[in-house]
């Protein structure tokens, strides 16, 4: 048993703050309980009372003679520390604080909402709250958030908004046929924690799927670690807001720059499993299905339609959703031609062209067909079915009833899904042609949304995938490696927090990464024109190697396609000069610099990506994978998973970018070779979190080719003071900075 059990399902409720006033929350939580028929004892508490709706009142939590569960408290936030102690004397299991003027309200806030929770700790009661706008289990009659005409059923819901909670009540209500197990308000998290309460819907009977609203969460990485192992049981939806944030912005790295709250969001919870709503009003569609319905073994769907027009837009709409048409085997086309007209299409997507306006019985003819074939592993339904009665003649609605039961026997038979998008499915419970409403209480999902339903379709076809997706086992966390040590030890002496390039190749290879390019540091012209002697004369590149210029580019500290040695040369103090232009103008001072790093010239034809590491504030490391260049932060075409990566994870982030046939090769180009990237990709992540201490990592432009990779720019910044300022030993001097320019 979870140990949240007896606050869901309390035995007993004590409602602190209690009144007699009807306006007031201490009155409305009685009056619902005794409406809804909670079972256990209900304790009004208020020392100014005596009587609330028939009960007794009693003037403090000592004086009431039973043990208590749970107490709803409705009083100010400045007496919550002093209600707790109560509550831990009394060995209160757990507490809702409803009170705002926590830690959301400022500093005094936050130094109460503390007091409280110390308090807590101390008498061993967990708090949900404060600032919630509370909870209820439909299974247990306890409802002390005041929703009215609330259907049992198996659907949780976490939210972090009073009002997206009711919006979604409101819905199932509508619905008719939507049953929700618990709602918890989670406000402010200041004990219980999303993780928490997702572990325990993992653990509660009642509940089959998950909905949870979230705008923030104190412990993303908790939050991720259970929602690995909750969506592999149970479904969960994620509406995540601030989808239009411009993230925090960072002068350090590109990826930092992209690192905005949402894209991380989407990344790292559809890696662990989450089925992610992107619009409000799917939500519970998405949850009502995933409750029904089995997961899709693929993506392979058939489509069955009785006219052209809903065909043609649900083949685009599988197709926009990354959903498959299923090719249909030769004996079941040769079955649907032979009880369909000639001019029906027999093809997926199949169109009956008329065949079932007189007899609607026809549609569980062909679903039978459709749902044996073995290459199929779903089925949408579309257009008129339950409308049939509506729109041509009464008479055939009792044909239409018995199509509803022919189809839903058929999907307990063949355990696929099956779903139904109806021109009258829009229509409230009590309005909805008698067809629609007997195949939903079958247990089959009936939408007037086309797109809906296939978004439903692509949701159940993604908790397969979940279900199927291989735990993390742990054993691949790549020791500490004593090179990158001592480039730590380097960093710390010399007061640093950015890595030179030279030392953070040096890191990846020892991380396993391919760096099999040549480089030598220079640190005066002659060393430059004697590497490119070494590199045999070949085109180089070269560019500074300074922890004070982070961005070479922008200060003109890089120069590209030197074929000789005067053009080598020159670069050399070119690059040095400029860097000491840009540190003087940006701040104001000279720039330590190690000497220049002098490589070869990549080969012309690789597709630039960018991948890079950022430690993000709620989920902690997270890798970023997408296309590369100058152009980055405008395509912004780039995906994040969460830190440690497995295989798989890093496939799917290459086909995740919005642009990842690019990787396949167009217009007559070789694919890349994206096992060399995967492999890159798993050395940044072995090495990222074998050393905690890197904040930032950035490798832009990676070249990726038909055969290989090829790191043009990598840099490592560590935590503490990133800002570009160096403060080592300077080797260049203001003389020499005179003398070079």
């Known amino acids: 048993m979870h140990a949240l059990h007896h606050i869901f399902y309390p035995g007993s409720i004590a409602i602190i703050g209690a009144s007699r006033d009807p306006g007031k929350r201490g009155f409305r939580s009685i009056q619902k309980l005794l409406e809804d028929g909670f079972k256990g004892a209900i304790y009004p508490v208020n020392p100014r009372e005596t009587e609330i709706l028939g009960l007794p009142v009693f003037a403090s939590l000592a004086d009431i003679p039973g043990s208590v ?23 209160v299991r757990g507490a809702v604080v409803l009170a705002g003027g926590f830690a959301e309200a400022g500093a005094a806030g936050e130094l109460l909402q503390q007091q409280m929770v110390e308090e807590a700790v101390r008498q061993n009661v967990r708090i949900i709250g404060p600032n919630t706008s509370g909870i209820f289990n439909t299974h247990a009659a306890c409802n002390i958030v005041g929703f009215s005409h609330l259907k049992t059923g198996g659907i949780g819901l976490l939210s972090q908004s009073g009002n997206m909670a009711l919006s979604l009540v409101t819905e199932a209500q509508a619905n008719g046929h939507v049953g929700l197990s618990t709602y918890v308000g989670i406000g402010n998290e200041a004990d219980i924690r999303f993780h928490e309460y997702l572990e325990y819907f993992r653990e509660d009977p009642n509940t089959s799927t998950v909905i949870a609203y979230v705008e923030g969460m104190k412990d993303g990485q908790r939050f991720l670690e259970a929602l690995r192992r909750v969506a592999r049981a149970k479904p969960v939806v994620i509406y995540k807001s601030g989808r239009t944030s411009a993230g925090r912005s960072s002068a350090q790295s590109h ?17 662990a499993g989450a089925i992610l709503a992107r619009k409000s009003d799917e939500i519970l569609s998405l949850a009502e299905a995933l409750s029904l319905l089995e997961p899709i ?8 339609a009785d006219g052209g027009g809903h065909a043609t837009i649900a083949a685009d709409s599988l197709t926009e959703h990354g959903l498959k048409l299923a090719s249909l085997s030769d004996s079941a086309r040769n079955a649907l031609a032979a009880i369909l007209p000639a001019s029906a299409v027999v093809a997926n997507p199949v169109d009956v062209a008329g065949g079932t306006d007189s007899n609607p019985a026809v549609f569980a003819d062909c679903a ?13 339904v579309t257009g008129l079915f339950g409308g049939y009665g509506v729109r041509f003649s009464q008479a055939l609605t009792l044909i ?60 159940l076809a993604e908790f397969g995938e979940a279900r199927r997706r291989p735990m993390w086992s742990g054993n691949d966390l790549a ?4 090179g990158f040590e001592k480039v730590l030890a380097t960093c710390r002496r010399e007061g640093r927090s950015v890595v030179l390039e030279h030392e953070s190749r040096q890191a990846l290879e020892e991380a396993g990464v391919e760096m099999s390019v040549p480089y030598f540091v220079a640190a005066n012209t002659d060393e430059a024109v004697a590497a490119f002697k070494t590199l045999g004369g070949a085109p180089v590149a070269m560019k500074i190697v300074s922890a004070d210029v982070i961005h070479k580019t922008d200060a003109g500290a890089v120069k590209l396609n030197l074929i000789d040695e005067a053009s080598v040369s020159g670069a050399f103090a070119e690059i040095v000069a400029n860097a000491q232009r840009y540190c003087l103008l940006q701040c104001g001072r000279l720039p330590d610099i190690a000497g220049v790093l002098v490589s070869p010239m990549a080969p012309k034809g690789g597709i630039e990506v960018i991948i890079g590491v950022v430690r993000d504030p709620s989920y902690g490391p997270v890798l970023m994978f997408g296309l590369g260049g100058v152009l980055v932060e405008v395509l912004r075409d780039v995906v994040f998973r969460s830190l440690p990566l497995m295989e798989t994870d890093a496939y799917s982030m290459l086909e995740d970018i919005r642009a990842s046939r690019i990787l396949d090769g167009v217009r007559g180009a070789l694919p890349i070779d994206k096992d060399a990237l995967v492999r890159l990709i798993l050395g940044i ?9 890197i904040a930032e990592l950035d490798l832009n432009p990676v070249l990726a080719y038909p055969n290989g990779v090829r790191i043009l720019d990598a840099r490592i910044l560590l935590d503490g003071d990133a800002s570009g300022v160096g403060i080592g030993d300077r080797r260049m001097r203001e003389e020499e900075y005179v003398a070079t320019t």
Do not use: W
């Open 69 to 91: 569960d749970l107490a709803l408290i409705c009083t100010p936030a400045k007496m919550l520390p002093g209600i707790i102690a109560q509550c831990g004397v009394k060995n």
């Open 255 to 271: 990826t930092g720059a992209l690192a905005g709250d949402y894209a991380v969001s989407e990344g790292v919870l559809k890696q």
């Open 297 to 304: 073994a693929s993506r392979r769907i058939a489509v069955l």
């Open 368 to 380: 039978r067909i459709l749902l044996a074939d073995p290459g199929v592993d779903a089925l949408l």
């Open 400 to 459: 239409e009833m018995e199509t509803s039961e022919r189809i839903a026997i058929l999907h307990r038979e063949y355990r696929k899904p099956v779903l139904v998008h109806s021109l009258y499915g829009g229509l409230y419970a009590d309005l909805r042609p008698r067809p629609l409403a007997l195949i939903r209480e079958r247990g089959i999902p009936v939408y007037d949304s086309l797109e809906r339903a296939v978004r439903c379709l692509q949701a």
């Open 479 to 482: 020791a500490r490696s004593e």
């Open 685 to 693: 992540s072995s090495l990222c979190t074998a050393f905690p201490e």
